[in-house]
C-alpha cells in the first residue's frame, strides 16, 4: 500500500472533524529500498504533514544524512502546533510505515496491513513548490547544525554555522552510569522495613500497594516534612488509614529507625530533592519518583548523595513491563542491524480534551519552576520521563543534544497553570544516533486503552515497530460504550487511582492484552537489595533524564538545540 493511500485515508478523517483540531503529526517512513527515493519520499511527508495541520511551517530542525538515511524533522507551525516526519530505507527487512495524528479531540493512527507494503511513489524530484521549499531548509539545517527560521524572524542561533560543542567534561556521564550499574549494595537479608514519605494523590498509592504484596517488605508508616501544607497532611492521613499504618509526623526522627531500611519518596516534585538527600544521608535505600527532580543542580546533589552514602536507589520506570523487554530483545537479536534511529511514542488518555483554544504558539520558559498542581502536570516532564529512561536503559548513550517544543492543545487547566499537555522532541545521541520522542496527555477517548505506547527502531539491516498494545484482543460486543468518569473536584484530570472509584470510573474493555506474569518494579528493586546487586534506573540514570529534560524545557523557550549539562 503507497504512502498516499495512508495520506488520502486521513484527509478524510480530518475533513469529518472526528478528531478535532490536528494538532501533532507523527511520520515514519521505511518503505523505500534504496537511497535514490529518500528525498522525495521526505518532501512529500512534510507537505503532507503540512496540509493536514493547515498552517505554515515557522521552524525546522534536521538531524541525518540525505544521501543514505536516516533523516528525522521536527517542525513548527505558525500556531503552535508540530511535526516529526523520519524518513530512510527499510533495509532487507520488511518496510515500515507509522502515521500518527492528535488532535484536541482524539488521535488517528495509521494501521498497515500484514502484506507486502509498496515503496512511497515513484523516484525523481519532488514536483511540488511547498515541498522542495521545506526539503531546502532541511538542508540548511543539516549544513549548519541548527534549526531553520520559515516565517518570522529568526531568533538567534538559527540557520547560522553550529557553535562548537561545550568542553566534555573528561569522564563522561554515561560512563559514570555503567560504573554505577556495576556496583550494587551489600547484600542485606530481609525482612525489610519501608517508609513511605508523602501519601494519597501520589504515585504512593501504587508504589505502597506493591511493597505492601511484596512478602519481604513491611510497610513501617507514613511520613513527611513537618511543615508541609494542611491539604498534604490530610491526604498522608487518608493513605496511613486505608494502609492500617501510622503517621510519623517528623521526617528526620522517623529516619533515625532502626526499623526502616527502605524510603519510598513521592514528595512533590519542587522538594524532592532535599527529602531525597536527607534519606540518603540517613543511610537508608531510596525508591524514588520520577522525574527525580526539578532542576539539574538537584539531581546532581541527589546522586551524589546517594554514592557518597552506598545505598541502593532506584527510581521508577517501565523498563520492566512487557513492552520493554520485547523492545530490548529486538536491539539484542542483531536482527536490525546497526541502531541507527529510535522513536517513541508515549501519549496518556486522561482527561477531558477539547477545552482550550489552538490558536498560538506556547511561550515555554528557560527554567521551569512549577511541575505539578492539583489539576495540572508539565507532562512533557511527567509522561515524556518514561521515554527517555527507556533510551538510556537501551543504550547508555550520551546525549548530545536536543531541539525541543511544547504546546497547549487539549486542557484549559493547563494553559491557565502555565504548563504543557504535550512535547515533542528530536536528539542526537553518541555515535550520531538519531532519537525522536512525542509524549503528553490527550484526553480520555484520545485511545481505546491507556494511551499511545509504541518504540520503532531502525537498523542499517531492518526496521520494527513495538506495541505495547500488541498482541492483543479487540472485543465488539452489545455493550454500552465506554464512558469517561465523572470530574472529580480534588482530582479533575483523573490522575490518581484513588479517585477513580468515586467519580464512578470504569475500565475500558475494547482491547484485551495478554496478562504480564512480571513483577513489579518495586519488587526488583527489593531483589537488587537482597541480592546486593545495582539497580537498572539507579540515581545516576534518573540525573541524567532529568538533565535532558531541563535541557528540552530551554530548547523549546530559546528554538535551539541545546547540550544538556554534563
Given amino acids: 500500500m503507497p504512502a498516499s493511500a495512508a495520506s488520502d485515508a486521513v484527509l478524510n478523517v480530518l475533513r469529518a472533524k472526528r478528531i478535532g483540531i490536528p494538532v501533532s503529526v507523527r511520520i515514519v517512513d521505511h518503505t523505500i529500498s534504496d537511497s535514490d527515493r529518500l528525498v522525495p519520499a521526505l518532501g512529500r511527508h512534510l507537505e503532507a504533514a503540512s496540509r493536514w495541520l493547515d498552517a505554515d511551517v515557522r521552524r525546522l530542525a534536521a538531524l541525518g544524512d540525505l544521501r543514505s538515511g536516516p533523516v528525522s524533522v521536527l517542525m513548527e507551525f505558525t500556531q503552535g502546533q508540530t511535526a516529526i516526519v523520519s524518513a530512510g530505507s527499510r533495509g532487507e527487512g520488511p518496510p515500515l510505515l507509522e502515521v500518527i495524528v492528535v488532535g484536541n479531540h482524539g488521535v488517528l493512527s495509521w ?11 515513484p523516484r525523481g524530484p519532488t514536483g ?27 531568533r538567534p542561533g538559527e540557520d547560522e554555522p553550529s557553535s562548537p560543542a561545550s568542553k566534555q567534561e573528561s569522564r563522561p556521564p554515561v560512563a559514570k552510569l555503567k560504573e554505577e550499574r556495576r556496583r550494587g ?56 488509614r486505608e494502609l492500617g499504618i501510622p503517621v510519623l509526623p517528623d521526617l528526620d526522627r522517623a529516619l533515625a529507625r532502626d ?27 531510596l525508591y524514588l519518583d520520577k522525574p527525580m527532580t526539578a532542576s539539574v543542580d538537584e539531581a546532581d ?51 477531558r480534551a477539547g477545552t482550550v483554544p489552538i490558536d498560538k504558539p506556547r511561550a515555554e520558559h528557560q527554567r521551569p519552576r512549577q511541575f505539578e498542581l492539583v489539576d495540572s502536570k508539565r507532562e512533557m516532564y511527567n509522561v515524556g520521563v518514561y521515554s527517555l529512561v527507556q533510551l538510556q536503559w537501551l543504550l547508555s ?17 493547563h494553559r491557565r497553570n502555565d504548563v504543557e499537555d504535550y512535547g515533542v522532541a528530536l536528539m542526537e545521541l553518541n555515535g550520531g544516533l ?17 494511551g499511545m505506547n509504541r518504540v520503532c527502531l531502525v537498523g542499517t539491516d531492518a526496521v520494527a515497530s513495538i506495541d505495547a498494545y500488541r498482541p492483543r484482543l479487540e472485543v465488539w460486543a452489545d455493550e ?58 539507579p540515581a545516576e540514570l534518573g540525573a541524567a533524564v532529568v538533565k535532558v529534560l531541563m535541557a528540552a524545557y530551554e530548547s523549546a523557550a530559546t528554538g535551539r538545540f541545546v547540550e544538556p549539562a554534563s
Fill in 480 to 537: 454500552n460504550p465506554w464512558l469517561p468518569p465523572k470530574i472529580h473536584p480534588d482530582d479533575p484530570m483523573g490522575f490518581w487511582k484513588s479517585t477513580f472509584a468515586d467519580v464512578e470510573g470504569a475500565p475500558k474493555q475494547g482491547w484485551v492484552t495478554p496478562s504480564a506474569s512480571g513483577r513489579s518494579d518495586a519488587a526488583h528493586f527489593v531483589d537488587c537489595i537482597e541480592q546486593g546487586r545495582p539497580s537498572e534506573v
Fill in 397 to 413: 548513550r550520551r546525549v548530545r543534544r536536543v531541539f525541543a517544543a511544547t504546546g497547549n492543545y487539549f486542557f484549559a487547566e
Fill in 259 to 285: 526499623d526502616v531500611h527502605i524510603v519510598s519518596v513521592c514528595a512533590e516534585p519542587e522538594r524532592r530533592a532535599r527529602v531525597m538527600v536527607r534519606c540518603a544521608e540517613a543511610g537508608k535505600h
Fill in 111 to 121: 494501521e498497515p496491513g500484514p502484506g507486502p507494503a509498496l515503496e512511497s511513489e
Fill in 128 to 154: 511540488s513548490e511547498a515541498a522542495r521549499r521545506l526539503l531546502e531548509a532541511v538542508r540548511r539545517s543539516l549544513a549548519s547544525g541548527n534549526p531553520v527560521a520559515l516565517t518570522g524572524e529568526a
Fill in 301 to 351: 546533589a541527589v546522586a551524589a548523595a546517594i554514592r557518597a552514602s552506598g545505598v541502593a536507589s532506584q527510581m521508577f520506570s517501565q523498563v520492566h513491563w512487557p513492552a520493554s523487554g520485547r523492545v530490548r530483545r529486538v536491539i539484542e537479536s542483531g536482527s536490525l542491524g546497526d541502531l541507527r534511529a529510535i522513536h517513541f511514542d508515549l501519549t496518556f488518555a486522561k482527561g
Fill in 185 to 240: 549494595p551489600s547484600p542485606a537479608k530481609p525482612p525489610y522495613g519501608v517508609l513511605l514519605v508523602a501519601g494519597g494523590h501520589t504515585h504512593q498509592e501504587n508504589y505502597a500497594e506493591d511493597f505492601a504484596a511484596d512478602p519481604r517488605c513491611r510497610l513501617v508508616g507514613v511520613t513527611d516534612e513537618p511543615d508541609v501544607p494542611r491539604r498534604r497532611k490530610t491526604l498522608n492521613e487518608k493513605l496511613a
Fill in 434 to 450: 538519531i532519537a525522536t520522542m512525542a509524549c503528553g496527555r490527550c484526553g480520555w477517548r484520545s485511545h481505546p486503552m491507556g
